[in-house]
């Protein structure tokens, strides 16, 4: 715009020599070739002001999955990026979800990171705008909604491991850098292949990676400054919060064999299973007869009143009409007007755990239910979101579940080797090991090994949940959160399998 | 003489309050059909609330035809009479309310029917001298109920939002509100405006302009 600027100044100030010195048709060429020149340097201003706005990791969007969403913007005003994304379908008909984010703009370089949640879509929208123009813009048709989980290869000949995955798989190169450091961004992956052939991803990055739920492959003997990552693995293979992480030779076979073996847990349906049981109940009206019994009462006194109370009946109707509203009112009205419960389910392995929580919203009267964090509901409902929050608009005396973005927590509830640690301030009650039944209550810093007891869950909440996890993993409950710590993998410590 | 003696001896007229006592059973049943016996939401107030409109405002038109050569004095007490109505029924609506948590705000719910009484009455005074004029009025029984369902036609067929007061019961209507209170404020006028001579009792050949 600076440039497109000095070139209209210019301009005008040539003009009146133009005019002084120059006949008709040749000034009007030289006017022409100087629009021409102005309408080149204004395109070039443009492209100057570079915007570029990625969906999923490398650019590769899982549908039905948190995705990194990543704008990176150059010499640009502040901007507003907003994303519309229609997830209905024939028969419902059009579901809007809309995500807003104030991008920081400025001289040089701006990034600006976020993770969000996208459904399975018929067409995404998006335009990246400031306040005087649009600095980019595109859309996705439902052809580009895959739902299919990322296999990610950060390597220098990625395609030399292309026959280590199944020809359906979604096999994607990614640079070390477009790793983020964010459980949330893997939620879409399966595997992650690091080979030490191209540069080295962060240990956060992987870390998160395996934490959000992927299998993260090292092969072979990584170089020297990869070093941190063979920490990670451990003597060979090692849980980290929903993953894990191992270390595999360089031979594409046995990355089959590992990526057969590998079963992760089925997130969705674990959060599913948090709010198979509503959290919260609607309240109970008072009970009809007592209503009735009141509504007869007044209505009779009033008519006495007015029918044998003459001028001063007529004052005492109203007010026993008055007093009648008020107490009706304070009787009859719920305590709240919006009932709010959460539940979250720490999955963990490691040290490490992934909070997989779930709010649930009944609302009496018509109203938008706000989060102040990242979620989506788990039914298929119009909605607004953005780094400020969620908002849902839900009809009176109805609720709506949410799954909150997925982050990582210590783990509280752990394996040592083959004993069970409460490392929270907390005791731990219901402790229960799928295979091995109840384990009774982990007082805080407690630790003991795991004994066969009553195979019947506390719950039903823990019931449901035992149906999808592996043999071996131990689930108890915390206030508000039900912890869960994934068995050691197999060759790890303690492992069994 | 306090202005609500001739209320008060209005309402103790049998008429009256037969028509209050059954007018309260009415919406005492409506309340028996719809308070929920058990868990989940309560619908009640969109039941009542429209329910108890409907009536108050066809009962103040079929008071206001029918009282449309009744003297003044006796006009204004039937209004206020009327008024009492909207109070006396105030605590079901209240209640109901309360319980369901409606989008139409309380404030509505609680001051439209004072304006939709006196609006009604005084088209239903109207309604009765023109019906007198037009030496009908032995069919006054019949015309209020067709005015009324031809007021709602008329918001119906042209998508208006202005005389319907089962539509208004239930959410904000700012047209409707200005009608009522131009409908009420003209009824003050006609009602409270000393006239020259009153008006006789009509006859039944109807003549009672």
């Known amino acids: ?497 | 003489m306090s202005p609500l003696v001739p209320v008060a001896h209005r309402i103790r007229s049998p008429d009256m309050l037969q028509v209050l006592a059954l007018f309260l059973m009415v919406l005492f049943f409506i309340l028996a059909i719809r308070w929920p016996s058990g868990a989940g939401s309560n619908e009640a107030w969109f039941g009542l609330a429209p329910t108890r409109i409907a009536l108050l405002t066809l009962t103040a038109l079929g008071y206001g035809a029918a009282e449309a050569a009744a003297p003044r004095a006796r006009r204004l007490a039937t209004a206020g009479a009327l008024l009492l109505f909207v109070v006396a029924s105030a605590p079901f609506d209240a209640a109901s309310y309360a319980a369901s948590y409606p989008a139409a705000p309380l404030w509505w719910s609680a001051t439209v029917p004072f304006l939709e009484v006196p609006a009604y009455f005084t088209m239903g005074v109207g309604l009765g001298r023109l019906a007198a004029r037009l030496r009908v009025h032995t069919f006054l029984a019949l015309l209020v109920p067709l005015f009324m369902v031809a007021l709602v036609w008329l918001d119906v067929r042209f998508g208006l939002d202005v005389f319907d007061p089962l539509t208004a019961a239930v959410h904000v209507s700012w047209p409707h509100a200005a009608v009522m209170v131009a409908l009420a404020a003209v009824g003050g006028v006609v009602h409270l405006r000393p006239r020259g001579r009153e008006l006789e009792p009509a006859s039944p050949g109807g003549d009672a302009a």
């Open chain 1, 1 to 497: 715009m600076l440039v497109y600027s000095g070139q209209v100044d210019a301009l005008s100030q040539r003009g009146p020599r133009g005019r002084r010195g120059g006949s008709g048709l040749p000034r009007l060429l030289g006017c022409a070739a100087w629009l021409v020149v102005l309408a080149l340097l204004g395109q070039a201003a443009l492209a100057e002001s570079d915007a570029r706005v990625t969906f999923g990791l490398g650019g590769n969007l899982v549908a039905g999955a948190w995705n990194p969403l990543q704008v990176t913007v150059r010499d640009a005003p502040p901007s507003t990026l907003s994303l519309r994304i229609d997830e209905g379908d024939l028969v419902m008909g059009p579901r809007i979800v809309r995500y807003r984010a104030a991008v920081p703009g400025g001289r040089g370089v701006t990034v600006f990171d976020d993770d969000v949640y996208i459904p399975p879509f018929q067409n995404l929208t998006w335009t990246l705008d400031s306040a005087d123009r649009v600095l980019a813009s595109g859309s996705l048709g439902a052809r580009d909604a895959d739902g299919r989980p990322l296999q990610v290869v950060v390597s220098a000949d990625p395609g030399a491991w292309r026959a280590a995955f199944d020809a359906n798989a979604r096999f994607v190169d990614v640079a070390a850098s477009q790793l983020p450091g964010r459980a949330a961004a893997y939620d879409g992956v399966a595997s992650l292949l690091v080979d030490g052939t191209a540069a080295a991803p962060r240990s956060e990055a992987v870390a998160a990676a395996a934490a959000g739920g992927a299998d993260v492959l090292l092969i072979g003997q990584l170089p020297a400054s990869q070093a941190g990552l063979d920490r990670l693995a451990g003597s060979g293979v090692s849980r980290l919060g929903a993953g894990q992480v191992q270390r595999l030779p360089a031979h594409a076979g046995a990355v089959k064999a590992a990526l057969a073996s590998w079963h992760p847990q089925d997130r969705a349906a674990l959060v599913s299973a948090l709010v198979a049981a509503p959290l919260v109940h609607a309240p109970r009206s008072a009970p009809q007869p007592l209503v009735l019994s009141l509504a007869a009462a007044y209505a009779l006194l009033v008519v006495l009143t007015l029918r044998f109370g003459g001028t001063p009946g007529v004052v005492a109707a109203v007010a026993l009409a008055l007093v009648v509203s008020l107490a009706g009112w304070r009787l009859l009205r719920p305590p709240q007007p919006v009932l709010s419960a959460s539940r979250t389910l720490m999955l963990g392995g490691g040290g490490l755990s992934l909070a997989l929580g779930v709010e649930e919203r009944l609302t009496l009267p018509a109203a938008t239910v706000n989060v102040g964090v990242a979620a989506r509901p788990l039914s298929v409902l119009p909605y607004r979101t953005g780094p400020d929050g969620t908002h849902v608009p839900v009809a009176r005396w109805h609720g709506v579940a949410l799954a909150l973005r997925p982050s990582l927590s210590p783990s509280v509830l752990r394996f040592d080797g083959e004993r069970l640690h409460n490392a929270g301030p907390a005791p731990l009650r219901h402790v229960y090991v799928v295979g091995a039944g109840d384990q009774g209550t982990l007082e805080p810093g407690a630790s003991r090994p795991v004994r066969p007891g009553e195979e019947v869950a506390a719950s039903p909440e823990l019931d449901r949940l035992t149906a999808l996890l592996p043999t071996g993993s131990a689930l108890a409950e915390a206030p508000g959160a039900i912890w869960v710590a994934l068995p050691p993998a197999a060759g790890q410590d303690g492992g069994t399998r």
